[in-house]
Structures are given as structure tokens and as C-alpha cells.
């Protein structure tokens, strides 16, 4: 949700130091990855992100699953050096042309993975449901199916957000369980009722208290509206937290159409009947602690379906890697901590908890050394 920062010169001149004298042939290309997803400028820097990269082609995908086709996008390297990657956005509207995603689509297309990027329809309306899960496993299943995409019969799966948790659900999955190479969780969840908790009260797992964005409760608002107002004021509810959202996500590019978009989730507030005015007042003056009183005794049976956590779910076989942001105020990052210990009797869990990230994003100013253990988290997870 924050403005994207750039890393100092300084910090990004002793990480590629520490780089060179330093890292493995092999990690490398983990350097490589991290200078192009940083975009940083200047010869050097371009030079090493350029490391044993090359052109990918983009093309258009309609992909079959229970729930229906989906829309889906190929990122497809023109020399091929990694297993097929199914990558999932984090609840977004803009889907898969979301800049971010196809940013980080992109960059790891260049350095040689297919990457599908799958658009489930409930994420484009900011809900988690138990069917954002299946559209991951039928994705995955698919891709399995088309040789070319998986000559050895492996993939992996990278989520984002909440699709992180999911994804690492769907790897453990009897479909797809000895057909998933490594699975990434970037700032993902372990147990989904609680990070609703948290969203509602501050309060995280371990008690430590840290004030929630509005972001997320606002989310589960959209998602409960139909346990807290009349049928008839569901859509229209809806609607309004929808504008919201949106207007949210216009702030990072376009400032006066993000105000004139909250100006209309104002207008849509004023037309409403009770009690759908007064939540729609909350979620427009982020008065995050009234709605979270409001939600909070919804939280356990809105997340009661196993299939939306992974704590609660089958483990996977494959390796999973947990990246998180320490600072993470939408899933705390003590969600990835308490993961990886459910998860280490069953596989091998790579934990980085790191200053560098928000909330699945890097957009942090850094030190050497955690920008060196980052780049070696991603050396290990493309080397699988």
C-alpha cells in the first residue's frame, strides 16, 4: 500500500560489494533477480541485473477449472533455465495487470522461468473464499497437462498477500503433491481467523500490539456484508466498499482521480438505508477499530474452511519458502514464523523475516547485510 521507495546509493553500491567478494556463481543470478525487482539505475548495477538474462514473449490464456475459465497471462522466456512458476496476485482489482505483479512476472521471465499469472474472479472483488484455492490447484493442474509448459512434470507455486497461504494449501493438495517443485508464501498467512483477528482488534498472535491497516478489515467487511446488513443492502454495500478500495489503489498512481473516486464512495454512502450508511461512514473515515468491533464475532466462521489455511490444511511435500515483511501491518509477519514451525516436520521451510518489505512488496530503504540474506532467500528458492 505505500509509495515505493528507491534504495540509497550507498546501500546499493556495499550490496553489489558484497555481491561480488562474496556470493557463488549460483547466487548470482539471486543478485541479478534483486537489482531488476529493485530497479535500481546506473552501469554497474544494470549490468549485474542484466546477468545471464534475455527477451520473453507475453501472451493471452483462458484457463479451464471448476469454477469456470479464467483469464490468465504466459510470461515465456525465450531461452528457458527454470521450471514453470504459477504465480497469484494478492486481492487486487486490477488482477493480473496489476503493475506490480506483471513487474515481477517480468522479472523473472527475463532471467529465464515461465511464469502463469492466473486471475481468479474473486480476488478482482476482494474476497477470500475457498474457491480462490481450487482456481490455484485447477491452474496448476492444467499446466501440468500442457507438456511444454512442464516437460518434467514439476511446477511451482508463488502467492502473494493472502494468495500466499493459499498456494501453499494447493501444493499440499493430493492432486498436485508430487508435482510441486518449491512453493513461495510473500507475505502470506498461516491461519486465516488469525489475521482476521488481528485486523479487528491490533492484537497480534504473540500479543504484541500493532495498529492493522485499514485495508484489511475493510476487506473483510466486503467479504461478511451479507452477515451484517438486510439481503436487499448486500450489493449495494458492496458497491460502495468496492469504490473505496479502488480509490485506495488510485492513490499510488493518479492522486486526482483517486480523490474524486473516494468523493463518490462519500455520494454512495449518503444513499444508503441503516445499517449499511454507518458501515459504509466506517470504512470511508478508516475508522478501523468500530468496524473491527462490528467484525470481529463474525471472524471464526467467516474463516472456518479449512481450505484457507494452511495450518489447517494437508502439508505439502515440496520446500516452502516464507517471506514476509517485519513490519507488515495487513498479515503480520508473525503468521509466517508460526507457519514455518506447522510446517517443519513435514518439509524443508526457508523462514526470512526482513526490514526490506512492507506488506509483499520491497519498498524499503536497506543495509547490506539484509540485502545480502535476501538475495541469497531468492538464490535458493530460483535453484530448486
Same mark, same amino acid.
Given at each position: ?11 546499493? =553500491?556495499?550490496?553489489?560489494? #558484497? ?33 545471464d538474462t534475455g527477451p520473453f514473449t507475453v501472451s493471452q490464456l483462458q484457463v ?5 475459465? *479464467?483469464?490468465?497471462?504466459? &510470461? ?7 521450471? =514453470?512458476?504459477? #504465480? ?37 472483488? &476482494? ?10 490447484? $485447477? ?8 507438456? !511444454? ?20 494449501? !494447493? ?20 491461519? #486465516? ?27 473483510? #467487511? ?18 460502495? *466498499?468496492?469504490?473505496?478500495?479502488? !480509490? ?5 498512481? $493518479? ?31 478508516? $475508522? ?41 501491518t495487513v498479515i503480520p509477519a508473525i503468521e509466517s514464523t508460526l507457519l514455518a ?44
Open positions: 500500500m505505500k509509495r515505493r521507495t528507491r534504495w540509497t546509493l550507498v546501500a546499493a =553500491l556495499s550490496v553489489l560489494l #558484497l555481491g561480488l567478494v562474496f556470493l557463488l556463481p549460483p547466487e548470482l543470478r539471486g543478485l541479478s533477480f534483486m537489482l531488476r525487482a529493485a530497479g535500481l539505475r546506473g552501469t554497474t548495477a544494470e549490468s549485474l541485473a542484466r546477468f479451464p477449472t471448476r469454477h469456470g475459465p *479464467v483469464r490468465a497471462r504466459l &510470461y515465456q522466456p525465450a531461452e528457458r533455465k527454470g521450471r =514453470l512458476i504459477v #504465480l497469484t496476485s494478492g486481492v487486487h482489482a486490477a488482477g493480473i495487470d496489476e503493475p506490480r505483479l506483471v513487474k515481477l512476472a517480468g522479472d523473472l521471465a527475463t532471467g529465464g522461468q515461465p511464469v502463469l499469472t492466473p486471475e481468479p474472479p474473486d480476488l478482482l472483488r &476482494y474476497e477470500i473464499t475457498p474457491r480462490l484455492t481450487d482456481v490455484i490447484e $485447477d491452474t496448476a493442474l492444467w499446466a501440468l497437462s500442457q507438456s !511444454a509448459l512442464t516437460p518434467d512434470g514439476k511446477l511451482d507455486l508463488f502467492g502473494i498477500s493472502f494468495s500466499g497461504g493459499l498456494s501453499v494449501v !494447493a501444493a499440499g493438495r493430493p492432486s498436485l503433491r508430487d508435482n510441486v517443485a518449491a512453493v513461495l508464501s510473500f507475505g502470506g498467512h498461516g491461519e #486465516l481467523s488469525r489475521v482476521l483477528t488481528f485486523l479487528c482488534t491490533g492484537v497480534q498472535a504473540d500479543g504484541v500490539r500493532r495498529k492493522p491497516h485499514d485495508y484489511g478489515v475493510v476487506v473483510i #467487511l466486503l467479504s461478511a456484508a451479507d452477515r451484517l446488513v438486510p439481503p436487499e443492502q448486500v450489493e449495494p454495500l458492496r458497491a460502495g *466498499v468496492r469504490t473505496f478500495l479502488h !480509490a485506495s489503489h488510485l492513490t499510488l498512481v $493518479d492522486g486526482r482521480q483517486a480523490e474524486a473516486t473516494f468523493a463518490e464512495a462519500r455520494r454512495r454512502e449518503a444513499e444508503l438505508p441503516e445499517p449499511s450508511a454507518t458501515l459504509l461512514h466506517q470504512v470511508n473515515t478508516r $475508522d478501523v477499530a468500530a468496524l473491527g468491533a462490528r467484525l470481529l464475532p463474525l471472524v471464526k466462521d467467516f474463516a472456518g474452511d479449512p481450505s484457507l489455511s494452511p495450518e489447517r490444511s494437508a502439508p505439502p511435500r515440496a520446500p516452502v519458502y516464507l517471506l514476509h515483511g517485519m513490519d507488515d514451525r506447522a510446517l517443519e516436520p513435514f518439509t524443508r521451510v526457508h523462514l526470512m523475516p526482513t526490514p526490506l518489505i512492507t506488506h509483499a512488496e520491497m519498498d524499503r530503504e536497506v543495509n547490506a547485510l539484509e540485502a545480502l540474506r535476501l538475495v541469497r532467500f531468492w538464490s535458493g528458492l530460483l535453484a530448486e
